[in-house]
Every structure is written in structure tokens, then in C-alpha cells.
Antibody
Framework: QLQLQESGPELVKPSETLSLTCTVS??????????WGWIRQPPGKGLEWIGS???????YYIPSLKSRVTISLDTSKNQFSLKLSSVTATDTAVYYC?????????????WGLGTLVTVSS | EIVMTQSPATLSVSPGERATLSCRAS??????LAWYQQKPGQAPRLLIY???TRATDIPVRFSGSGSGTEFTLTISSLQSEDFAVYYC??????????FGGGTKVEIE
């Protein structure tokens, strides 16, 4: 059974870079049937997609964050990562990694548990 | 960007009753729409994809319908474990992938 697990610092200072890693087990991130994505949820608010990466390395980002976001793959470790630079308090959120399919199967069918990242000095 | 609008924001329902949740897209998304359930402190769970196909292990009381710009999630007979927040999400035209603002289903 596919499992995803986020890891990384839970506290980041303003203007610094938020870095998270998602470790995938029970499946390969080199699957050509899926994308691997990051979604965040500010406390008490809704879901916001940040970006996704395909096994080929192609990346897709939300325009509002595109200048600050990098998503990358590490196939040797079956992991993918998120970097968000120049963070502010508005980046405080629970960050989820998740898998989504292609075409009609485009929903996020597997999720990590999420990790709360707080931006504060 | 395709904007997803859910209504109502909150739905008060008694156990055993039917719940009907709506999702509207700002432009056609064909049937490339998913529904999720999220309980407090948990990650979202995929309920429906392709507008009407139940995901693995999802009970038959959950059903999705619609295409184009208007979609509905119906819970035929609410169980205690169904009280949660529900989100719709389009994946027809991306980036960006976009979610609705959510509907909270609460006990009346």
C-alpha cells in the first residue's frame, strides 16, 4: 500500500527558505501514471495546491508562488521535495504531499499525514 | 485560472438524512472533477473522481453527478462518521489545480 510521509523543520524564520521532503513507500515515484504534488492548508482555511512534478522532472506550479517555489525529485531515495523561499507569516500552514493521476484519474488518491510549518521569528 | 465555488458553506443535517452539496466551476471542466472528505486533524480523503466514480473503498452512500460547470455530491443517508468538510477540485485545465472553498457538514 502506498504511503507518503512529510519531513522537515516545523519552524522557519521569516525571509528564510522552507524545505520539506516527502518519502514515498509502497510505490515508485518513477511511475509514468502519476504526478507528485504539494498542497497546503493555512490553519482553519481551505486547500491550496502549490505544485506538482512528473517522473520526467517536469514541474507545474501555482502562478502566485511560482517565483518562490521549487519542487524536485530524488529517484535514488524515492523522495520528492519542496522549497519555498522568502517565507512570511502567510506561509504558515499544514503542508501535505500527495499523489495524483493523469487524465480522468487526476484526483489526489494518496496523501501524507501533513506537517504544520510555522513561520515566525 | 478556473475558480471553484462550493455551496452552501455549512450544511446542517440530521443523521440518516440525505445531504446534497454543490460545486460550480467558472468554466467547463468536463467531468474532470474530484470530491474529498476531510475530518479535523486528518488529511483529505478522495471520495469521487471523474465526477461520478467512487474511489477505492468508498461506501455506496456517496455519489457524485454533473458535468461541465455544475456538480453535486450526495450522501444518501448520513452516518455519524460523515460529518466533516468536503472539497471539490478540478483537474481539467491546469496548472493551477484548484479546489473549492469547502462545505462543512454538521449535525443538526
Amino acid at each position: 500500500q502506498l504511503q507518503l510521509q512529510e519531513s522537515g523543520p516545523e519552524l522557519v524564520k521569516p525571509s528564510e527558505t522552507l524545505s520539506l521532503t516527502c518519502t514515498v513507500s509502497g510505490g515508485s515515484i518513477t511511475s509514468n501514471s502519476h504526478y507528485w504534488g504539494w498542497i497546503r492548508q493555512p490553519p482553519g482555511k481551505g486547500l491550496e495546491w502549490i505544485g506538482s512534478i512528473y517522473y520526467s522532472g517536469s514541474t507545474y506550479y501555482i502562478p502566485s508562488l511560482k517565483s518562490r517555489v521549487t519542487i524536485s525529485l530524488d529517484t535514488s531515495k524515492n523522495q520528492f521535495s519542496l522549497k519555498l523561499s522568502s517565507v512570511t507569516a502567510t506561509d504558515t500552514a499544514v503542508y501535505y504531499c500527495a499523489r495524483h493521476g493523469r487524465a480522468i484519474y487526476g484526483g489526489f488518491d494518496s496523501w501524507g499525514l501533513g506537517t504544520l510549518v510555522t513561520v515566525s521569528s | 485560472e478556473i475558480v471553484m465555488t462550493q455551496s452552501p458553506a455549512t450544511l446542517s443535517v440530521s443523521p440518516g438524512e440525505r445531504a446534497t452539496l454543490s460545486c460550480r466551476a467558472s468554466q467547463s471542466v468536463s467531468n474532470n472533477l474530484a470530491w474529498y472528505q476531510q475530518k479535523p486533524g486528518q488529511a483529505p480523503r478522495l471520495l469521487i473522481y471523474g465526477a461520478s466514480t467512487r474511489a477505492t473503498d468508498i461506501p455506496v452512500r456517496f455519489s457524485g453527478s454533473g458535468s461541465g460547470t455544475e456538480f453535486t455530491l450526495t450522501i444518501s443517508s448520513l452516518q455519524s462518521e460523515d460529518f466533516a468538510v468536503y472539497y471539490c477540485q478540478q483537474y481539467n485545465d491546469w496548472p493551477p489545480l484548484t479546489f473549492g472553498g469547502g462545505t462543512k457538514v454538521e449535525i443538526e
